[in-house]
């Protein structure tokens, strides 16, 4: 572990942020890369997100009127949905909101709000970021850290209650931990890395604090993190499009601490995929089970980091050279994910038809998937309308399991088109019990048992069948879905969702997760009071009452990405 030790200061006083020199952040399409002026999207369209909220599906009418339906139905409103400069919290009083169909707050949001004021971390005076959980009854191990994948909904809870300074006060923390020298035994780690947790240590004594970072150099299974870096970015657009306050990114250690992270993620090597190769264990499902080689979680979340970052670099020397690769980067991955990631029913009866050892240019089973390979349960699992992401791809070598992180992501990244997005939802929908079942929502599916959970996950007893991240349901997965839902105009999915989490989170002391094939028993480990279970619900439900904070964790489609195939009729 990393440590730094300083002394505190007096006072350690937060300062507001100043909304009054608010620039112009907008959305812009990357495919002008020459003469691309800053800040463009001038061309004001009617967006994907435009179109999909105002052709919602006739069903959805809840009552009493709520300023949802008012989002919904009123075109002045998406005017500023993706705007820039409107804090999207704007109308909502602190602590207040949470009313769900009738205009009383559901009680489990105030008991949600204390919880994650509860779990506030500080050092030298100001809330730096979250601890995990808040649970004394288990042993600590990490779960006493501030994680940076698990502070992004906590972050959004706060952004979306007009509370911005922590998350400025943890996105410049973690930056001045990026910069710390990581060794694993003789190895240095890349610069660019950013940790997986950190936590403040006190002494009383010699009134010092000290800072104790991981950047996978003490985590189980020593994977660092790669998607502590594509959170920071996004979480730094999103603080930038909540409060309108441009001079944080623009701050050069933020601009170079985003280069750095670029630095590692687009450098060239080996590869013959736009995909980025990982380890096992280097995202929210940290321990063996799988997915290294190009699983989705951590596409869909270099995707997203990607466009982000450039929404969010300045055009200057540096930046320049950055945008260039971003945009060739991003043209290459979309096309990658959404023709060789996408599984639909017709995709799926074309490679169960697959020939294999075809050679050349012209071979259609480019990877040489083995038609073999298929797994039953993927033939009854496709619904006949309906698609998604699966978890890997690479040479011989399809995952056909479900990610819920990565295609949530996928959606909100626009990484899947609009068709593609709607599929998606669709499979949702169809395969209710198997993803939702009594407790949203699972990490993964299905679970793998006997003979192969000893070949792929090491024999974890952690992560034995329908537990943990092995078909395990974990309730912070519940903003995914809401954002998920919400970009689609699907909202009623997700209240659905919430509803189900309102008949046990709370009562059950929001546990990290939930085990069993239909999620109804409290995971075999868990932690209870899981900060991300408290924050995810909380975000849940703040997006729901008023979608506009949507714009801060989704981006729109480019209209000049288009969509390299149409595999079926079914999108
Ligand atoms: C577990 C989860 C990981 C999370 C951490 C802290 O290790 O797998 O995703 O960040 O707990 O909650």
Redesign the pocket.
Known sequence: MSTLTVDVPQNGSVKNVDSSSVHELDEYDFTRLPDRPRNLNLERQRSFDERSLTELPLGFSPHPPSRADNFYRAFDVLDSFFSPGRRSGFSTPKSQFGYGMSNEPHPMVAEAWDNLRRSLVYFRGQPVGTI??LDNSEENLN?DQV?V??FVPSALAFLMNGEPEIVKNFILKTLRLQSWEKRIDRFQLGEGVMPASFKVLHDPTRNTETLIADFGESAIGRVAPVDSGFWWIILLRAYTKSTGDTSLAERPECQKGMRLILSLCLSEGFDTFPTLLCADGCS???RRMGVYGYPIEIQALFFMALRCALLLLKQDGPGEEFIERIIKRLHALSYHMRSYFWLDLKQLNDIYRYKTEEYSHTAVNKFNVMPDSLPEWVFDFMPLHGGYFIGNVGPSNMDFRWFCLGNCIAILSSLATHEQAMAIMDLIESRWEELVGDMPLKVSYPAIESHEWRIITGCDPKNTRWSY?NGGSWPVLLWLLTAACIKTGRPQIARRAIELAETRLSKDGWP?YYDGKLGRYVGKQARKH?T?SIAGYLVAKMMLEDPSHLGMVAIEEDKQMKPVLKRSSSF
Do not use: S, V
Request: glycine share 0%.
């Open positions: 995990a959980a779960y994680f994948r698990d929210m499902i940290d991240h990290e899981q991300w």
